[in-house]
């Protein structure tokens, strides 16, 4: 459970949680419609096999695992694993309730021990941090979940899927499957390493993020201040983190203004999680040093 949960309510603040679940819902309605209006409206979107963007992902993934664990550099820092480990947690048993399929996915978070700043999402919950990313902007645990629920942000919202399935359409059709997927394992590949979102999908994903932080009971707080961490850390050659997710003047002051939005959801999450048990962890082998 995240650090600080208040005791079960009583019966007034009991009275409260209900004013603030309605408080909660309302806000729901309108991130989510806020997320997705801007796609509604966009004809001729590529249909792609769900099938064929899983394996995809999976492949891609897979590839980067291997290229850092030839480098002897993936998972060697088993405390800031573990720190990662159980943020992602949290986002995940958040993350259905702002898009429902990803309950289904095969979740999984790793951490490279690598000097350029790299947080990223790939479809289907593939996540990957970078060691110089906590270090040079000095991220404290709070700050990394900032930056895991962003990376998550932007998987859930899907833009990602649709541009990745877009450039596949573009490429000549090939009838095996599984050239398919690996066509689209190099374009998934090349836009998690090198493809700059533009200013509506940031907007976009730091709406998302900030609400899938609340819902998972972690304080969307620290975001401005790590933002602004990023920031002054620089990064702003590709693969790098700003580079990706570039910031503009008045962003982090916008950002600061949605966080009293999602707030009655943060207090609804931290209520409801001191009301229940703990949920369990996901099952893995022990963390050891590579």
Known sequence: MPPHCPAAPDHF?????????AAALALAAALLLSATESRADEPNAPVIDPGIMSRAAQIAYARE???????????????????????????????????????????SIHVETREEPVAW?????????????????KLTPPEIGVVLAHAVAHALAGRDRALAAARLAALPVSPDPNRRALQLAD??????????HDKEAEREAD??????????????GPTVEAWRKIARAGGATPPGFLSLHATWPGRIDEIEAMIPRVLPLYEQARADLAAQPQPQPQQRPPIRPR
């Open 13 to 21: 603040a009991t009275r409260r949680a209900f004013r603030l679940h």
């Open 65 to 107: 695992l291997g290229r850092a664990q030839a480098k002897q550099a993936l998972d060697r820092n088993s405390e800031l694993l573990r720190t990662a480990r159980r943020v992602t947690d949290y986002l995940i048993l958040s993350a259905p309730k702002l898009l429902p399929e990803s309950a289904g996915w095969a979740w």
């Open 121 to 137: 999402c790939m479809p289907g919950g593939k996540l990957m941090l970078s060691t110089g990313l906590v270090d040079r902007a």
């Open 187 to 196: 374009i998934l590949v090349s836009m998690a390493l090198g493809e700059r």
């Open 207 to 220: 709406a998302i993020a900030l609400e899938l932080m609340a819902r998972a009971g972690l304080d969307p």
